[in-house]
């Protein structure tokens, strides 16, 4: 069975300052790694996902993560936060030979001026 | 183009009611997910369709549950005799294709039992 850790419940930050969300994940097959970012009244936006080949992969507003598979961890990096990145981000896995998701519990990103 | 979309986005019942959220997918999605997200949580897996075909609900979590996709398009999640637990959001989230893929998700339904 596959689960994914997100220690982080709530993280605030100073805006421009770099901040790190931790997503660690357990399988014993091969993985897809999803983040997504839940603004307020919305719904689940695809931040960015790892499907293979570059472990670093990138979205249009600046976040980034990297797979390690060592360290079975999929951490969502920024350098420089806004007050707009203020949102919920959820780490997910797919696992090979299935379908669904398994999310971790979330962490709360609070951009502070 | 249009995205997933799901209603009503809000939805009170009195404990033993029947309710039932619909999911409209995007157009030409072959896959339909339905996951349920209690508060403070993330969404946890439902069921899941590959055209009309229910091929997994092992996570609904009681008979009261049931879900249906009658023409591989709109898809329908029933709770019968709803209890407080029922209490949650129900996001539905729809891909492309029957391989494993991105899911592109509606806003959700918040259903509250009282």
């Known amino acids: 069975a596959q689960s994914v850790t997100q220690l982080d419940s709530q993280v605030p930050v100073f805006e421009e300052a770099p901040v790190e969300l931790r997503c660690n994940y357990s399988?014993?097959?091969?993985?897809?790694l999803f983040w997504y970012v839940q603004y307020p009244n919305q719904g689940l936006q695809l931040l960015l996902k790892y499907l293979s080949g570059s472990t670093l992969v990138e979205s249009i507003n600046g976040f980034e993560a990297e797979f390690n598979k060592s360290q079975t961890s999929f951490h969502l990096r920024k350098p420089s936060v806004h007050i707009s990145d203020t949102a919920e981000y959820f780490c997910a896995v797919s696992a090979s030979g299935t379908y669904k998701y398994i999310f971790g519990t979330g962490t709360r990103l609070k951009v502070l001026a | 183009g249009a995205g997933v979309s799901q209603s009503p986005r809000y939805k009170v019942a009195k404990r033993g009611q029947d309710v039932a959220l619909r999911c409209d997918p995007i157009s030409g999605h072959v896959s339909l997910f339905w996951y349920q997200q209690a508060l403070g949580q993330g969404p946890e897996f439902l069921t899941y369709f590959q055209n009309e075909a229910q091929l997994d609900k092992s996570g609904l979590p009681s008979d009261r549950f049931f879900a249906e996709r009658p023409e591989g398009s709109v898809s329908t999640l029933k709770i019968q005799r709803t209890q407080q637990e029922d209490s949650a959001v129900y996001l539905c989230a729809s891909s492309p294709t029957r391989r494993r893929d991105t899911q592109y998700f509606g806003p959700g339904t918040r259903l509250t039992v009282l």
């Open positions: 399988s014993s097959v091969s993985v897809y």
